[in-house]
C-alpha cells in the first residue's frame, strides 16, 4: 500500500478514481502538457484523466511497478493542483506537472524531494533517472538543485513536438551524501 507523503506545504495522496475530476480540470493546459511525452494525447479529450487512471496509473500502481501522488496544499487539501509520479522504468523513473497558476512557487522542488526520498529511502532503489525536454528551464532547475547530473542529450517526442531531451541521473550513494550533509 502507498503512503500519503506529507511536507511542509504539501499533501501528497495516492491517486485514485476519484482524482479524475480534479486532473480534467488542472491538466489540460498548454503551459502544463507541452513538454510531456508525445503519448500525451493533445487537445486532451473530455474523458483523458478517467482513462488515465483507469488504464495507465491504478493498474501499475496495483502491479507495483509505479507510484502516484496527487499533490494538494495543505491550506486546501480537497484541490488536486497536480500529481507525481514515480516509475519502475529504464531511464524514466520520475514524472510531474502542476497546474501553471502554482508554478514558480517552490511547490515541485518540496514534492520532487519527498517521493526522491521515498525512491532511494523506502523503496532502496539504487538510481534514478530522469528524463525531460530540454527547454523545460523549471524542470531542469529542479534536477540541478537536488544534485542531478545531466548524463545524455538526444532528440525526442514530446507534445509540443521534436525537442531537445535530457536525461539526468542520481545515485542512491549520492543521494545519501547530500541528505546527510543537509541535515
Known amino acids: 500500500m502507498q503512503p500519503t507523503l506529507l511536507t511542509e506545504r504539501l499533501i501528497l495522496r495516492p491517486l485514485t478514481l476519484d482524482d479524475a475530476d480534479g486532473i480534467q ?19 486532451y479529450p473530455a474523458d483523458g484523466a478517467r482513462t488515465y487512471l483507469q488504464q ?5 500502481m496495483a502491479r507495483g511497478k509505479e507510484w502516484h501522488w496527487s499533490i494538494r496544499l495543505n491550506s486546501a487539501p480537497e484541490q488536486l493542483i497536480g500529481t507525481i509520479s514515480l516509475m519502475d522504468e529504464h531511464d524514466n ?9 502554482w508554478h514558480g512557487l517552490g511547490l515541485m522542488s518540496e514534492a520532487s524531494a519527498a517521493v526522491t526520498e521515498y525512491w532511494f529511502d523506502t523503496l532502496k532503489r539504487p538510481l534514478l533517472r530522469v528524463p525531460k ?16 547530473r545531466l548524463i ?18 542520481m545515485t542512491r550513494e ?3 551524501e547530500a541528505h546527510a550533509r543537509a541535515r
Open 25 to 43: 480540470q488542472q491538466f489540460p493546459h498548454w503551459a502544463v502538457v507541452r513538454y510531456l511525452n508525445a503519448l500525451v494525447p493533445w487537445p
Open 56 to 60: 495507465h496509473a491504478l493498474p501499475a
Open 93 to 101: 523513473n520520475r514524472g510531474f506537472w502542476l497546474g501553471p497558476q
Open 133 to 148: 525536454a530540454g527547454p523545460n528551464r523549471g524542470s531542469r532547475r529542479i534536477s540541478e538543485r537536488t544534485g542531478m
Open 152 to 169: 545524455r542529450t538526444d532528440y525526442g517526442a514530446f507534445v509540443e513536438g521534436t525537442l531537445p531531451r535530457e536525461l539526468w541521473e
Open 174 to 176: 549520492e543521494w545519501l
